[in-house]
DNA sequence: TATGATACATACAAATTTGTAAGTAATGAC
DNA sequence: GTCATTACTTACAAATTTGTATGTATCATA
């Protein structure tokens, strides 16, 4: 969610782990709000403004810092229209299209565990 | 990787966002390590020292949080045998077998991204 | 001239995750 | 009695992620 620091063991196994297909793909999916904003911008949220009002909790800083990360990974695009006040629009671009039936595997896998951990318990 | 701490805005909107399946899916496959650990354990490396001399750069200790977490989340269980020096197997759950074909759909969509990043830059 | 609308940016702080270094416990082999 | 083996634990520190609070820019409208 920041800049790349120092040299260091941290940065030296994260650039391990990211030659790993899997491992790169779930670490594009790791901040706490990467996925729900995608998947809102697929329903139409993709305005700022929009994303701020229907995430409860999320700041603003945080709006804009994982836009600019999904951004930056090529999950989503950023039109900005010449108006005043300021319109900017987001997209998915078709890469992170491909995601969404995906998630729908890991969301109906994630109901799953729910489950089995309650009759574990 | 720790233990639960005080109440915080960070807490609160942690748990909200556990509510989502999805989210709570990624959440428990979040850790640095946890993936590749679960992916060893499922292809035989099912004791501690296989999986610290399998896994560069893992220390002891997050291995030690990562399969502690790991069993937390009913992902795997622990046999621990009464020998000495001592014995302990890890071994996946139903629900963690259930994650192995979405894992492969995962990766491969981590290739496809990779590439489609070379191609944009 | 002040206000509102929109989409941010920035300085700072707290919480969380990961890493470093050293130590523990049990016992059979030497 | 010392050593090797295995699977850890613990105290501490660094790196990363997330949150708080406040400020910025533009221009049309009142």
Known sequence: MTKVKESSTNQA?????AECDLTHAVRLMSGRWK???LYLISKGQNRFGMLKKVIP???ERMLTLSLRELEDDGLITRTVFAEIPPRVE???TEIAMDLLPICDHIRHWGL???QSIIFTD
């Open 13 to 17: 196994s994260r650039k391990f782990l």
């Open 112 to 114: 799953k565990h729910k």
């Open 57 to 59: 909790n999320i700041t």
């Open 90 to 92: 987001y997209a998915l």
């Open 35 to 37: 996925l729900p904003i």
